[in-house]
């Protein structure tokens, strides 16, 4: 009796490990993240005094005398009309909004690129 209970243990053993050998294994479920907090896309535009550490009328007044220096009409500052910032990976974004003027007089003459100095003009009437 006491081998044939071994035997029949032995038995439910081997059938069993060899059955479970041959069923596939149960895929686990992926489950979906929960939405994210955070919105995609850039933070918003804050208000900035435009003062500190930029100044942002010599932003505007810079941004003038480019435009003019990549070759587009003359154009004079008159003044602020918003200053934002924002910051996008720890780096400080300023956004200057200014009211221009198309100068009608006063416009330099253009020089031959490498020859000679740019003629400066004194004229600043609008």
Same mark, same amino acid.
């Given at each position: ?36 907090t955070?919105s ?7 208000y ?13 007044? =810079?941004?003038?005398?480019l435009?003019y ?12 009309n918003?200053?934002?910032t924002r910051?996008? =990976?720890?780096?400080?974004?300023y ?14 003459e ?12 004194? =004229?600043?009437?609008?």
């Amino acid at each position: 009796m006491k081998y044939l209970s071994i035997i029949i243990v032995l038995a439910m053993l081997i059938f069993i490990t060899i059955d479970g050998k041959k069923k596939p294994k149960k895929k686990t479920k992926t489950t979906k993240k929960p939405p994210t907090t955070i919105s995609i896309g850039p933070p918003k535009w804050r208000y900035w005094d435009g003062k500190k550490p930029l100044d942002a009328r010599l932003i505007a007044e =810079n941004a003038a005398a480019l435009w003019y220096d990549c070759g587009h009409k003359y154009f004079k500052f008159v003044k602020l009309n918003s200053t934002e910032t924002r910051t996008i =990976n720890e780096i400080h974004r300023y956004r200057v909004r200014y009211y221009a003027k198309k100068c009608q007089s006063g416009k330099p003459e253009k020089c031959c690129e490498g020859k000679g100095k740019k003629k400066v003009f004194q =004229n600043w009437d609008v």
